[in-house]
Nanobody, 124 residues
């Protein structure tokens, strides 16, 4: 069992930055690929970024490439999402997810555990 707790969301203006954190409990974190997803009102939950178990490989949605960076600290059981140059269209609830095993996956159904989400609001 893995429990995930996101933090770091908030209200920012366009162009500003935020860093989201996701703390994982349990001893399987280093064995899990991790992902960040987001869901805006009236839209489906979609991938933002994914990290391999080691952090050596990453995947990004086209809409965030060059602006967002996923990283992880396996010693701290934590995955991060650094978000720069935020835009109003980045406004959403952001979710952390864990997938037992390795490999980069962009579909939500591949992930086994989910956090509760943290709200990110970007004003124009």
């Amino acid at each position: 069992q893995v429990q995930l707790v996101e933090s770091g969301g908030g209200l920012v203006q366009a162009g500003e930055s935020l860093r989201l954190s996701c703390a994982a409990s349990g001893r399987t974190f280093s064995s899990s690929a991790m992902g960040w997803f987001r869901q805006a009102p009236g839209k489906e939950r979609g991938i933002v970024a994914a990290s391999s178990r080691s952090g050596g490989s990453a995947f990004y949605a086209d809409s965030v490439k060059g602006r967002f960076t996923i990283s992880r600290d396996n010693a701290k059981n934590t995955v991060y999402l650094q978000m720069n140059s935020l835009k109003p269209e980045d406004t959403a609830v952001y979710y952390c997810a864990a997938r037992l095993g390795d490999g980069l996956r962009s579909r939500a159904e591949w992930y086994d555990y989910w956090g509760q989400g943290t709200q990110v609001t970007v004003s124009s």
